[in-house]
């Protein structure tokens, strides 16, 4: 599983280069089967992204990696059935549905894994893909799709960033218009549509309320630079905050994390932005006091609520978090009490942070990717030594997470566990 080791109270400076978005690149790899080839230029080597290439080879598809070039040619596709191992490795997998679909009209996942947050249902997905015309079916945990998708008016009861990427999928070679209201607006969506633009896919409104899609006759092959990480940079920005840091983060249009730029400023944070870079000045004591809720692009994203929480230990006062898009996205509080955070946590989704003076290194565990995230941060500002078992979680979203943070200076090891 292995296990980051982290010596705290480091103050951190320097710059640090994001990687590309893991959640921009997931859809991406899943749409390269529409497609005649795709080369992906800054794609994350991360356990994820391994997993989706290991979808497509599964599919007959010949995919390869050169450094962070990903090349896919799908000419030998004989598969239209995921495992129900790699199913269960990644909740992403579910995406290769709406792909499927497109390229063959027939598709068999099973439903799938991914960090524990929750229920995590799919239903919003297969009730879009009915709606395109295809037949679903459910033998219990295995989901059999039949029907080449259709145009269709679809109203998504719940702006879901996987059922919208799915439908795009579905829709880009389906025959006529699909209209989608209600979609999901994370940037991921809009690069989703500009990476099937490329390849001669007629989407408009990604990254709007409402996305039409018109089926192409085919695409072509297609080359695309992903985004870097907008949540990797919200991570970097709130380590620097706990650290009293100062650090320039490249890489990334600062708008696309302005609500977690505007919480670093409330907290007392100076940080200025440019093009593609931020740059954060930590005070040596945060203020807290501020109240926060999760909520979809634009909002102030899910996937920041823990590291946020992490840093909020530290800052002066009380500060609530109230988390909306995930009913059960708290398992990293009795790992950051452990460390001598005071945290008290009502109905799951309701965290009351009473700032403390210092927080203790000490030996926990990441429940999942962002909440091992949140225990780097903690960690990194601890006094002492701190184990962070189950570092594989950490390992599916942070390339080369301890080299980047040792360049800054800090004082950190992954080592393959001994003891898991
Ligand atoms: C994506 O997950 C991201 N994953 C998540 O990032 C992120 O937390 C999430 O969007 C929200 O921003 C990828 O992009 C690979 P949703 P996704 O469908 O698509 C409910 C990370 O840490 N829902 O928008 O699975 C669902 O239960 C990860 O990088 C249904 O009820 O999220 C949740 O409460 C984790 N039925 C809410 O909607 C459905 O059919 C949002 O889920 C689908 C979703």
Redesign the pocket.
Known sequence: MGEYIINGGRQLSGEIVLSGA??AA?PLIAASLLTRGTVIHNCPRLSDTFVSVDILREMGCSCYFTQNVLICEPYGLNNYKISEELCSKM??SVTFLGALLGRYGYAEIYHPG??V??????????DALKDMGVDIREEGNRVICRGKPHGANITLR??????T?NIILAATLAKGVTRLKNC?R?P?IAELASFLNGAGAHISGAGEHEIVITGADSLDRCEHTLMCDR?EAGTYLCIAAATAGELFIKGLYPCMTEPVIQVLRNCGCIIKTGRDMIYIDAPPRLYGEIELITA?YPGL???MQAQLSAMLCLAKGESHIRET???ARNRHIPELKKMGAEIECRNGCDFSIRGVNRLIGCEVSAPD??GGAALITAALAAEGTSKIKNACYIRR?YENLSEKLRAVGAEIDYRESTTE
């Open positions: 893991k959640n997931l909740r992403s991914g960090c947050l929750g229920s995590r249902p799919i239903d919003i997905h297969l719940y702006p879901s960033v996987g059922a990427e999901a994370e991921e949540i979809p994203p899910t996937d898009v995930f009913e990717l962002r979203g």
